[in-house]
């Protein structure tokens, strides 16, 4: 999995109460992503970071915070956990392939962690 | 909402039989990237191929790309059933964010 570690890898937690989501790299990228998966969706883009302290929401941002402190951690923060929540969280990571006009992103991701809200 | 719809949805095949999956796409691209996901696991990167380019190979791997048409296939020709697996297309708009579609979920009968 590229040095992509999720923790917790499962968890189960009640409607309100705060979860965080840990991925850690030791590649160095600079950008690092959250998605969701679920069945029939595909995944989704919850947040992502372009380097220590910048991020932006992605296409499924409500509900969720981020913060990276350090350019190894990227922590996923669901302030308020409801049932729609439940799902598979995946961190990823985008290393860059070629120069110039060839220039493109590839991602590596981490094994997931499996949330689901009671 | 997904930039990469694939088609079909689940395929089922035998061993030794080629499997061809389509993705197709509304916006331009600058690449397209093909991923692996076995049951329970990451993502896992394929192939990718560029704008510019119309056909890719890459073991049993071929990748084509029709941007006139906004579509782009996978062929895995004599397939394991170590391949059974979902399969996902993504597109790169050069925007350092990938968007994926839903995903064909293959499985090759011993």
């Known amino acids: 999995d590229a040095g992509i570690t999720q923790s917790p890898r499962h968890k189960v937690t009640e409607t309100g109460t705060p979860v965080t989501l840990r991925c850690h790299q030791t590649e160095n990228h600079r950008y690092m992503y959250w998605y969701r998966q679920d069945p029939g969706h595909g995944l989704r883009l919850i947040h992502y970071?372009?380097?220590?302290?910048?991020?932006d929401k992605g296409e499924v941002s409500d509900g969720y915070s981020v913060s990276r402190s350090k350019t190894e951690d990227f922590l996923l923060t669901l302030e308020s956990a409801t049932s729609s929540q439940t799902s598979v969280y995946f961190c990823a990571i985008s290393a860059s392939v070629g120069r110039g006009k060839g220039f493109s992103h590839e991602q590596y991701f981490g094994p997931g962690t499996r949330l689901t809200v009671t | 909402s997904q930039q990469g719809e694939e088609d079909p949805q689940a395929l089922s095949i035998q061993e030794g039989e080629n499997a061809t999956m389509n993705c197709s796409y509304k916006t331009s691209i600058n690449n397209l990237q093909w991923y692996r996901q076995n049951s329970g696991r990451g993502l896992v990167h394929l192939i990718l191929?560029?704008?510019?380019?119309r056909e890719k190979h890459s073991g049993r791997l071929r990748v084509t790309l029709d941007t006139s048409k906004k579509s782009s296939s996978l062929l895995i020709t004599a397939s394991r059933a170590a391949d059974t697996a979902s399969y996902f297309c993504a597109t790169d708009n050069a925007g350092n964010m990938l968007t994926f579609g839903g995903g064909t979920r293959l499985m090759v009968k011993p």
């Open positions: 191929i560029r704008s510019n380019e």
């Open positions: 970071s372009y380097g220590v302290k910048d991020t």
